[in-house]
């Protein structure tokens, strides 16, 4: 099977304390499609690091990215953004706080499209917005509800919903729980396993939490100083207990 | 009631500004100084033009164009050069006060010529003050129309997404420098205009009438907020057109009760401190009130 996205040597050199430090040091990585990748790390272990580089939020110093065989390296924040779709951990990261929930749908739903001097079709997709949020108890009849009188949970699905509105190729969850509280965020998450086996989307998803590392997910990655150090596929995932993920923090 | 029918009249037009300074301020959420260089620009330009012969709305075109011009240097400044935002707009406005001199040739100069949109359209066979009226509702009704289209666009829509949050905006592919410069060329463009239309209904231009209209233009905004805190944006703006008439008449009253006009700008300012601080007093009394309630 050909890979969806395809890491080589991919390093991160900053400058710090009067020497180069590597974030990322020499990454290698191929993630198939319908892969469900959680990465785990330690602070400072170069996971925020590695989903900037493949959004281009952040430019690798060196190494290639490339996507369905294409090298998109060089290719900036926004061109990319219509392949690839992140979720923050914040959850005012994801959202526009002056529009509605509606509007915010609708702004996704052009991703990575040009905007031109043609007036939005907010009526014309609000059916679609209503399909897409009646299950959500949090959402459900709040499409005309301004984003800023949601609470911390509920935007935070709203950027999910964003995020994979249009189905993108690769979604990246970058702790997209951890800002929430403990029943919350075991809802989101749950939500976030279906859909994305649902829709069979191609996942990568930072977590700190190893209950949820062990739970969802048909593949594993611990990343440590910059470096993969463990990578299990489903199988060897399928037999991994918390305890097992201890000594590597 | 010619005083007060006068500062309603100055309320319409200077609420035109208040609307340009809106883009940046709350939907760019940009603090931008440049409006205090680009409206004695848009105030210099109209009145050359006009005394060079030019039509009055040929003056006010090019009064807005140079506008832009003024806004595209600051949005430069900050986006391609990183520079920051109060400090962009400081330097732009600094030069600005060169290049208007450079425009009229001198400190100010009075408009002779008759060609001034106030005596155009009939607005001259008006009552005093009333052309003001007239004209600013018409040039604000246009604006806001205007304005509200466009926000109402994909590229609109992008703009308040770039103001609102920047990190979600570019992750959605939205080019957020192209919106910033959109946001602060199209206010800068209303504030020249603005500058361009006080000229023509003072009959001067001075280089030195861009002093504190930052400050004019945020007292409308933040008394239109104070007055109408939750509404929408199409409302909004209509609310900045009254904060305008409320600031206008706030300062008519205090120099009618016999303050020095030299205490003007000062005058200004303590008003817009306590507009912003409105909100807090407000809410620091109601809690004060329900504690007193409480322990009774």
């Known amino acids: 099977m050909k890979p969806l996205l395809e890491i080589n040597d991919a390093v991160k050199t900053i400058y710090n304390d009067n020497q180069d430090l590597n974030i990322l040091d020499g990454i290698n990585l191929k993630i198939y499609p319908k892969d469900f990748i959680v990465v785990l790390g330690t602070n400072g272990a170069g996971k925020s690091t590695l989903l900037d580089a493949i959004t281009g939020a952040n430019k690798l110093s060196s190494g290639d990215i490339k996507l369905n065989d294409e090298d998109i390296t060089q290719k900036n924040l926004a061109k990319r953004s219509r392949y690839i779709s992140r979720v923050y951990q914040d959850p005012k990261l994801g959202t526009s706080p002056r529009m509605t929930v509606a509007e915010n749908l609708l702004l996704a739903q052009r991703r990575g499209l040009p905007r031109r001097l043609r007036l939005r079709k907010l009526n014309d997709n609000m059916a679609k917005f209503k399909e897409l949020t009646k299950d959500l108890p949090t959402l459900d009849n709040r499409l005309n509800t301004f984003t800023e ?39 989101l998450m749950e939500l976030t396993s279906k859909i994305i086996l649902e829709k069979e989307l191609t996942c990568l998803m930072v977590t700190h939490n190893l209950t949820e590392a062990v739970k969802y997910g048909n593949r594993l990655i611990v990343l440590k100083k910059g470096k993969v150090i463990l990578d299990l596929d489903k199988e060897q995932k399928s037999k991994l207990k918390e305890q097992d993920l201890l000594e590597y923090f | 009631m010619n005083l007060i029918i006068s500062t309603i009249s100055q309320g319409f037009i ?66 391609k050069l990183h520079i920051p935002s109060l400090l962009a707009g400081i330097l732009t406005m600094t030069a600005l006060y060169s290049v208007n001199l450079r425009i009229l040739g001198k400190a100010n100069m009075s408009l002779t010529k008759p060609n001034n949109i106030f005596n155009q359209y009939g607005l001259n066979k008006l009552p005093v003050n009333f052309n003001g009226i007239i004209l600013g509702i018409i040039l604000i009704a246009i604006i806001t129309f205007l304005l509200i289209i466009f926000l109402n666009t994909e590229k609109g829509q992008a703009v308040i997404a770039t103001g609102d949050n920047e990190i979600m905006a570019a992750s959605l592919g939205i080019n957020t420098t192209v919106m910033k410069f959109i946001g602060i060329m199209v206010s800068n463009g209303i504030v020249a205009l603005t500058g361009g ?35 929408p ?10 904060g305008s008439i409320v600031y206008r008449l706030i300062l008519m009253i205090v120099l009618q009760l016999g303050f020095n006009t030299n205490d003007l700008k000062l005058i200004s300012a303590i008003i817009l401190a306590l507009c912003l601080a409105l909100p807090t007093i407000r809410e620091q009394f109601f809690r004060a009130f329900r504690n007193g309630v409480k322990s009774k």
């Open chain 2, 14 to 79: 200077w609420a035109i500004m208040a609307i340009g300074l809106y883009i940046t301020f709350r939907i760019l959420d940009f603090p931008d100084m440049t409006v205090e260089g680009s409206f004695p620009l848009g105030a210099v330009t109209a009145v050359m033009l006009i005394q060079h012969g030019y039509s009055a709305e040929i003056a006010l075109l090019v009064a807005f164009i140079f506008g832009n011009l003024a806004g595209f240097a600051t949005a430069f400044m900050y986006t």
């Open chain 2, 233 to 242: 944006l199409s409302i909004r703006i209509i609310t900045i057109v009254i």
């Open chain 2, 197 to 231: 239309l006080i000229a023509q209904q003072n009959g001067f231009a001075d280089v030195n009438m861009g002093i504190g209209s930052i400050v004019i233009g945020l007292s409308a905004i933040i008394i239109g907020e104070v007055l109408y805190p939750d509404v």
């Open chain 1, 149 to 187: 009188k949601l609470s911390g949970g509920q935007r935070q699905t709203l950027s999910f919903l964003m995020a994979i509105i249009q189905k993108p190729e690769l979604l990246l969850l970058d702790e997209h729980t951890a800002a929430l509280d403990p029943q919350t965020s075991q809802e």
